[in-house]
T-cell receptor
């Protein structure tokens, strides 16, 4: 079993829909990150979480340490949100990545 | 501008011909790391460095070497590249080790080994 599981793998939605991407993990972690990879390949860090909830514009990230689960929400989705979203976590000094969720927002 | 740079961005080479991919950051970060990204496997950590002269293996270190002689630079060396090292490579840096700081990624290097 992978230490990090993301769901769904692929998601297509209409512009304006509320989007949720999930990340579950099985080991103790020091921090969890949500990353965004654009179609051109560049990777940008969206959030770093060790507890609770963070919000940036239309993006919200939550983490439940007891349940070993994190979610990334996008409100009022827009075609420019189309990208691959990756959760990643620190374990000791190493980093483990989920396989990513490919999001496609239709206009 | 705070950034991580990688060179080259694209490289096609032949099996066995030694190559180096450079990575440099201008943010005085202590933690630097190399990743490879492959379809169906996602991102995987190759090597990381917590400071000058301190490096350690990630999950897929076989066939790679690194060095950290200066804080800003963290080159990835393939002594004898093989076709299974064809991949998209990312360098990243962070002010904190253990993935507890914001991560800054380079633009990526697409390597093809024939």
């Amino acid at each position: 079993k992978n230490e990090v599981e993301q769901s769904p793998q692929n998601l297509t939605a209409q512009e304006g829909e509320f989007i949720t991407i999930n990340c579950s993990y099985s080991v103790g972690i020091s921090a969890l990150h949500w990353l965004q990879q654009h179609p051109g390949g560049g990777i940008v860090s969206l959030f770093m979480l060790s507890s609770g909830k963070k919000k940036h514009g239309r993006l919200i990230a939550t983490i439940n340490i007891q349940e070993k689960h994190s979610s990334l929400h996008i409100t009022a989705s827009h075609p420019r949100d189309s990208a691959v979203y990756i959760c990643a976590m620190g374990r000791d000094d190493k980093i483990i990545f989920g396989k990513g969720t490919r999001l496609h927002i239709l206009p | 501008e705070a950034q991580v740079t990688q060179n080259p961005r694209y490289l096609i080479t032949v099996t066995g011909k030694k190559l180096t991919v450079t990575c440099s950051q201008n943010m005085n970060h202590e933690y630097m790391s190399w990743y490879r990204q492959d379809p169906g496997l996602g991102l995987r950590q190759i090597y990381y460095s917590m400071n000058v002269e301190v490096t350690d293996k990630g999950d897929v270190p076989e066939g790679y070497k690194v060095s950290r002689k200066e804080k800003r630079n963290f080159p990835l060396i393939l002594e004898s590249p093989s076709p299974n090292q064809t991949s998209l490579y990312f360098c990243a840096s962070s002010p904190d080790w253990g993935f507890v700081g914001e991560q800054y990624f380079g633009p990526g290097t697409r390597l093809t080994v024939t």
